[in-house]
């Protein structure tokens, strides 16, 4: 197996087994994908799935930017979980509990119209699991107009860190109250719009509700 990527800074923070890149990933369901095109950096956040070894994500055909990643630039899709402020004794000491992911590589576009089916649904379960069952099934002309990639997780192209745990001991007699501030993303009750007002809530929509914002 090759090395992951070297984290210099707080290296001690650094996370190199596969399960710890697998939890980062499926806790959440949108990362945030960067490239560079025409020499300036191009950065968007993008809902995605992970399907065994590899990132599964989609956009409009007609996005100029995702048609230049998907033609083989250079990618990363990067993730964070903030799950704490983290107060110390002094400005300069103080900082954050999270737990972040970066994938490298190059992303390749998903064409077979049953492969991008595929991909489509696997994206839209990590989102509302089970509302493919309960909607009209996509058609041949909505899979066209979107644009699927996938970007494959090797050995040696990703990165984890995270941090927990408390303020470390201060160097200086204090006053200053110490500790934790925990943060955590919750999904509210749903809101259903004039026209689902007297229907029921879906399964689907409960069992994200159930999950919370993570996406298992």
Not at 45 to 57: C, E, H, I, K, S
Not at 121 to 139: C, D, I, Y
Request: charged share 25%; aromatic share 4%.
């Amino acid at each position: 197996m090759t090395a992951p990527r070297a984290i210099r800074r707080l290296g001690e923070r650094s996370r190199s087994e596969r399960d710890d890149l697998d939890a980062v990933l499926d806790a959440a369901f949108v990362g945030t994908l960067s490239t560079v095109v025409d020499g300036a950096p191009w950065v968007v956040p993008m809902l995605y799935a992970r399907d065994g070894d590899r990132l599964l994500l989609h956009g409009s055909t007609g996005a100029g930017a995702l048609r230049h990643v998907a033609a083989g630039a250079p990618a990363a899709l990067s993730v964070v979980h903030l799950d704490g402020v983290v107060v110390a004794h002094t400005t300069f000491d103080s900082s954050a509990n999270y737990r972040s992911a970066v994938v490298y590589g190059e992303l390749r576009p998903i064409t077979d119209p049953d492969d991008k089916w595929d991909a489509l649904t696997r994206v839209s379960e990590a989102v509302l699991p089970g509302r493919e069952a309960e909607v009209r099934p996509m058609t041949a002309r909505e899979i066209a107009a979107t644009q699927v990639m996938e970007l494959a997780i090797r050995d040696g192209d990703w990165l984890v860190k995270v941090r927990t745990g408390g303020p470390g001991d201060p160097d200086e007699p204090t006053e200053a109250w110490t500790g934790v501030v925990p943060l955590r993303v919750v999904a509210d009750e749903p809101v259903p719009d004039q026209r689902s007002a007297e229907r029921p809530v879906p399964a689907s929509v409960r069992e994200r509700v159930r999950r919370g914002a993570g996406a298992v």
